[in-house]
């Protein structure tokens, strides 16, 4: 049996290798300042603390269990400090503010620990990491940040954490139980039980009790890399099938397997090139600009299609096709390098009063999916208007309206229907939300709770199977789960294994040479193609696979906001 370790006493000094001098007793109780657990336990140690414990408790308001120790170089200027048993704090660490932490934590070298803090027991902060449980005000840009003054929420820390070398935790921000908090993260929002967070700012990797998260990825990173190979390899010669000699469009197939040309299939090939980082297959780029520019109606700003006959509005104002080609024509026009040439001035004329009058008489209750696919062709109209005419109007309206109307239950706009349950809601809160929050950087109003209703509505219809797998319905699931992410990580490990499935589902829908179909059992076409590839790349995005795969958004569905902050800080360009 081998022998046991030798423990650190005044009678067995330390060794530190072969030959080693052995250190004084004064050496030691100086190393212990710098690592607490070697403390060498003798009677003098143990007289100094109890000294600087009384000086502490006399001059910052600290109770200290009997056993803690605490550096006599660590920092600590608290108002108020209460230390649970065997706890330490090491040499240069920094404590300040009303700090609370429980039993068995450990404060190392260099960590700064400042404002209200809760921190349970067994606690681990490593080097230099901080927690910052207070924040400088600074709300009025007339006023120096300096003068201002403070203001605190607090920081609480459950039991059983590790917070690692240099990560940061921000006021304001519960760290759940048995957490990881990877080095060098910043946490800016709550972190749920047995997670491991990582990243600026800090976002779920995963959840410490799932043992089975790689061989989960595994599939669904095969699946990207087979699907971005063979997508690669094929969307040009999928394209050139798609051209009509004839005409400026392109050739698509609708759900009953006719060939049809429309405004929007060119947008499509547009999209589909210019997210694949090639250029768009057309014969003559600047005649292309042209056409698209020339859809737009002079009067009312709106991009009619002119193949397709006015189709019954998804808004009492308007038809529905003009609506969408707002979105369709204006992104493959930037795609191009260009843009609108006049505003849309449908919505720039109105008065504040008579857009929300608009956004009121929308069909929310009956055709909630209609009433969003209004919001999104407003939004970006306004997105048009503010970037190339410098107009920029109702901007707040719109989020402030929406802001009002949203149902702080369900986390959508609108009503579930008898027939289709919340179908309409869902998918609605996709179009308006691409439109809207996503599109402009906005905070969603309720993330949790929409994250809920969007996993309730999957669950009620079984996943989508049969005739209900199409683009639409997996589409309008996984951009609002994509978009809720960027900002709560609620149920983050049920909804990556989620996308995990659904992209090895995806990828096995890929017709070789044909590109992929809007639903099952339908032909492959530009749309189909255009839309599965987008959200094959979301659900990427959501398990940090987006690097992998090969085509990226840059159109209708791309995931840069176009303006960070609120409305009123998105200034036209050129401002």
């Not at 007793?25 to 100086?30: H, I, L, N």
């Not at 503010?386 to 239950?409: I, P």
């Not at 990580?489 to 996308?499: G, N, P, Q, S, T």
């Amino acid at each position: 049996m081998p022998a046991k370790p030798a423990i650190e006493t005044e009678a067995s000094p330390p060794q530190h290798g072969p030959g080693a001098k052995a250190l004084s007793a004064a050496e030691r109780r100086a190393r212990a300042g710098w690592m607490p657990w070697t403390q060498p336990g003798d009677a003098e140690t143990a007289a100094e603390q109890r000294e600087r414990q009384q000086t502490l408790a006399a001059q910052f308001g600290a109770s200290l269990a009997s056993d803690v120790f605490i550096a006599p170089d660590a920092q600590v200027f608290t108002d108020q400090l209460t230390m649970g048993a065997r706890s330490w704090i090491a040499a240069g660490a920094l404590v300040r503010g009303d700090v609370t932490m429980g039993a068995d934590c450990t404060v190392n070298p260099y960590a700064c620990l400042s404002g209200q803090l809760v921190i349970g027991d067994g606690v681990r902060i490593a080097s230099h990491a901080t927690l910052v449980g207070f924040n400088h005000d600074a709300d009025d840009l007339d006023v120096p940040i300096f003068r201002q003054g403070t203001s605190a929420r607090g920081i609480k820390v459950g039991d059983d954490v590790w917070i690692g070398a240099n990560a940061v935790l921000l006021d304001g921000v519960t760290v759940g139980n048995h957490v990881i908090v990877a080095a060098g993260a910043v946490v800016s929002r709550n972190v749920p039980d047995y997670s491991v967070v990582g990243g600026v700012p800090a976002r779920v990797i995963r959840d410490r009790r799932d043992r089975t998260v790689p061989a989960r990825r595994a599939p669904a990173e095969a699946a990207l890399e087979s699907l971005g190979a063979m997508a690669s390899a094929e969307w040009q010669a999928i394209v050139d099938a798609a051209r009509d000699p004839d005409a400026p469009g392109f050739l698509s197939v609708d759900a009953h397997g006719r060939r049809q040309l429309t405004a929007r299939h060119l947008c499509d090939v547009i999209e589909i090139a210019t997210s694949f980082g090639a250029e768009a297959p057309l014969a003559d780029r600047a005649e292309a600009v042209d056409w698209l520019q020339g859809l737009q109606d002079e009067d009312t700003g709106l991009f009619p299609d002119p193949f397709q006959p006015p189709a019954p509005g998804t808004a009492q104002d308007g038809d529905g096709l003009a609506l969408y080609n707002v979105l369709a024509v204006g992104y493959a026009l930037e795609c191009l390098g260009a843009a609108p040439r006049a505003p849309v001035r449908v919505f720039e004329e109105m008065s504040g009063e008579a857009l929300c009058r608009w956004l009121e008489r929308l069909p929310w209750a009956s055709r909630a999916w209609g009433a969003g696919a209004a919001v999104d062709a407003l939004g970006t109209a306004l997105y048009f208007n503010r970037r190339y005419h410098q107009s920029g109007r109702h901007l707040e309206t719109l989020f402030g309206w929406l802001a009002l109307n949203v149902d702080k239950v369900t986390g959508v706009w609108g009503r579930p229907t008898e027939a289709e349950a919340m179908l309409q809601p869902v998918n609605g809160f996709y179009r308006l939300t691409r439109g809207t929050y996503a599109q402009f950087g906005v905070p969603l109003p309720a993330p949790d709770a929409a994250i809920d209703t969007v996993l309730a509505h999957r669950r009620h219809f079984r996943g989508f199977q049969g005739a209900r797998y199409n683009a639409c319905n997996i589409l309008d699931i996984v951009h609002p789960l994509w978009l809720a992410t960027r900002e709560t990580d609620h149920r983050r490990c049920e909804i990556e294994a989620l996308m995990a499935g659904e992209i090895v589902r995806a990828a096995a829908a890929w017709k070789p040479g044909a590109g992929f179909a809007f639903g099952s059992g339908q032909a492959a076409g530009l749309q189909g193609t255009e839309m599965w590839l987008s959200t094959v790349y979301l659900m990427a995005n959501i398990l940090g696979l987006a690097g992998a795969f090969p085509f990226c958004p840059k159109g209708i569905h791309r995931t840069e906001p176009v303006g960070q902050g609120s409305p009123s800080t998105m200034r036209a360009e050129g401002d």
